[in-house]
T-cell receptor, first 114, second 114 residues
Framework: DAGVTQSPTHLIKTRGQQVTLRCSPK?????VSWYQQALGQGPQFIFQYYEEEERQRGNFPDRFSGHQFPNYSSELNVNALLLGDSALYLC?????????????FGPGTRLTVT | SQQGEEDPQALSIQEGENATMNCSYKTSINNLQWYRQNSGRGLVHLIL?????REKHSGRLRVTLDTSKKSSSLLITASRAADTASYFCATDGRLTGGGNKLTFGTGTQLKVEL
């Protein structure tokens, strides 16, 4: 049973560029959430996708956008990168209606903006 | 923003000793979860405690919850070097239209030395 996968593992970008991160959810899961984790901090909720729509967004600007595909995989796009966008980006999947509320996390993508 | 604080920020113990981490949160909750993170990679779910529970056990883990004080503690008994990791508490917030988002604390870095 495949867990949550993310690509790429590491990424280095320059300020002002755009980046796309990818996530495949755990088999059987239909919901994908994205989190940003700055160094030394806990993860912060960016947004969640279900049925190919953004369900809710955390306190992140519109430079952060996403997409969910019919196979439930998801992309996170960040435009006009800032130095402060350097972080570990985590994808988590879950199943709507599940009683446990547990989210399964991928290994993350480490983004460095120079 | 972070939901709350974890205490201590860092903890160093000898193998075989017990490790206790505390978490405080700000808002009312449905449940509280604890996650482990190794070396800045993905998070692994450890245990979930519901708001109507006061204590829960899972293997060497014991979690308590005091909703009147908005606090929780995680006890790891008979620690091992492999327990070295960062530990995060996360509160569960329901999203409009279903689904849930996790709001994490700042984490405790645990180091278990041989």
């Amino acid at each position: 049973d495949a867990g949550v996968t993310q690509s790429p593992t590491h990424l280095i970008k320059t300020r002002g560029q755009q980046v796309t991160l990818r996530c495949s959810p755990k088999s059987g899961h239909d919901t994908v959430s994205w989190y940003q984790q700055a160094l030394g901090q806990g993860p912060q909720f960016i947004f969640q996708y279900y049925e190919e729509e953004e369900r809710q967004r955390g306190n992140f600007p519109d430079r952060f956008s996403g997409h969910q595909f019919p196979n439930y995989s998801s992309e996170l796009n960040v435009n006009a990168l800032l130095l402060g966008d350097s972080a570990l980006y985590l994808c988590a999947s879950s199943l709507v209606g599940a009683d446990t509320y547990e989210q399964y996390f991928g290994p993350g993508t480490r983004l460095t903006v120079t | 923003s972070q939901q709350g604080e974890e205490d201590p920020q860092a903890l160093s113990i000898q193998e075989g000793e017990n490790a206790t981490m505390n978490c405080s949160y700000k808002t009312s909750i449905n449940n509280l979860q604890w996650y482990r993170q190794n070396s800045g990679r993905g998070l692994v779910h450890l245990i979930l405690i519901r708001s109507n529970e006061r204590e829960k056990h899972s293997g060497r883990l014991r979690v308590t919850l005091d909703t009147s004080k908005k606090s929780s503690s995680l006890l790891i008994t008979a620690s091992r070097a492999a327990d070295t990791a960062s530990y995060f508490c996360a509160t569960d917030g329901r999203l409009t239209g279903g689904g849930n988002k996790l709001t994490f604390g700042t984490g405790t870095q645990l180091k278990v030395e041989l």
